[in-house]
T-cell receptor, first 111, second 116 residues
Framework: GQQLNQSPQSMFIQEGEDVSMNCTSS?????WLWYKQDPGEGPVLLIA?????ELTSNGRLTAQFGITRKDSFLNISASIPSDVGIYFC???????????FGAGTILRVKS | DAGVTQSPTHLIKTRGQHVTLRCSPI?????VSWYQQVLGQGPQFIFQ???????GRGNFPDRFSARQFPNYSSELNVNALLLGDSALYLC???????????????FGAGSRLTVL
């Protein structure tokens, strides 16, 4: 089955630093999505990407849909304590709501 | 407006028992999807229902079943529980069946199932 390799597994950074995480796949996707999950909550959509090469921003977050359609990255600029959480990439390759998720990147911020 | 609501929030079962989890989608959303999230992993797709019909199924055994009601709420049933079924079960709703570029999934907070 399809699998997403998400890296790094965890990050421990200083407040104010920029953060970068990425996802790669052995197969192509038609949509790439980035979610954040806080403890005790479900994932919340941060950014959705629908076209190869697309670069999209949402506040301090920027994400790109790789040209090969097999990868995506998420950047967070000037991290703040509330950025703490688990970030998931997800890909969609078929019509419908079946998403394939990565294993997540745990972000911890030192204040 | 209420988001996706799930019940119960936590439950403990023993091996061999069955469980029913419930989900109410956002008002106006017609599609409900179920995901299983094992600790330390990303969510894994179980089912999608749209207009009361199954529209997608993930790689889960027949012990897992679901249905959607006329009011678009949904139930996930798991029979003959195994220790490995311990997980957070997430429900997500969307406006329609899901076309590229047009659909956004909104997740509930989940039901945490512990099997002893």
């Amino acid at each position: 089955g399809q699998q997403l390799n998400q890296s790094p597994q965890s990050m421990f950074i200083q407040e104010g630093e920029d953060v970068s995480m990425n996802c790669t796949s052995s197969s192509i996707f038609n949509t790439w999505l980035w979610y954040k999950q806080d403890p005790g909550e479900g994932p919340v959509l941060l950014i959705a990407l629908y076209k190869a090469g697309e670069l999209t921003s949402n506040g301090r977050l920027t994400a790109q849909f790789g040209i090969t359609r097999k990868d995506s990255f998420l950047n967070i600029s000037a991290s703040i304590p509330s950025d703490v959480g688990i970030y998931f990439c997800a890909g969609q390759w078929e019509y419908g709501n079946k998403l394939v998720f990565g294993a997540g990147t745990i972000l911890r911020v030192k204040s | 407006d209420a988001g996706v609501t799930q019940s119960p929030t936590h439950l403990i079962k023993t091996r061999g028992q069955h469980v029913t989890l419930r989900c109410s989608p956002i008002s106006g959303h017609k599609s409900v999807s179920w995901y299983q999230q094992v600790l330390g992993q990303g969510p894994q797709f179980i089912f999608q229902y749209y207009e009361k019909e199954e529209r997608g199924r993930g790689n889960f055994p027949d012990r897992f079943s679901a249905r959607q009601f006329p009011n678009y709420s949904s139930e996930l049933n798991v029979n003959a529980l195994l220790l490995g079924d311990s997980a957070l079960y997430l429900c997500a709703s969307s406006l329609d069946r899901g076309s590229f570029g047009a659909n956004v999934l909104t997740f509930g907070a989940g039901s945490r199932l512990t099997v002893l």
